[in-house]
């Protein structure tokens, strides 16, 4: 089976701008969960998609959003970017949550 | 307290020693437990999972997890400089269903 892909690999933007961010997970796998890391406070949990649905939450600001599309496929958005948004984003997939997640290569996101 | 916590490190290691990796979690009612390496600039890779108390082994690696003391722990066995990596300790909290990490040991086999 092929794995989780993620594009872009890298980005960058300047302060205010938006950026789209998008994950293919491994075929079967129905959620899809997004994950912030940077050096000093590790990975942080975003959200996390099922079948469409949003799931779960973690603890960002409005500005960080996303979806999932009918093939799984996940999109994760952040508006008004700012410079402290500068760090890797992952994608990980599974059957379910509680399983196993397996990890993108991830997109790392410069914002200057 | 912290919702899942490993030691950062840096956790040196002769070659050939056993490299023991410790995390704690605050859920007692968690259910599931995983164990990730993540290499400098790479995303993380699952090792192992463990459900029950006991230990579980595959290969060179041993984990092992005592829900009445809310720990688990990794031992690698025969470490190589290959292992060299940061290991994420991640928990399935049982109130709310997120996967929690911990923000990872830095391991270095010392050759």
Redesign the interface.
Known sequence: KAGVTQTPRYLIKTRGQQVTLSCSPISGHRSVSWYQQTPGQGLQFLFEYFSETQRNKGNFPGRFSGRQFSNSRSEMNVSTLELGDSALYLCASSSNLQETQYFGPGTRLLVL | QKEVEQNSGPLSVPEGAIASLNCTYSDRGS??F?W?RQYSG?????IM?IYSNGDKEDGRFTAQLNKASQYVSLLIRDSQPSDSATY?C?V?MNR?????????TRLHILP
């Open positions: 259910q599931s995983f990730y790479k995303s993380p890779e699952l999972s994420l991640a399935s709310d269903d997120k996967i929690i990490f911990g923000k990872g």
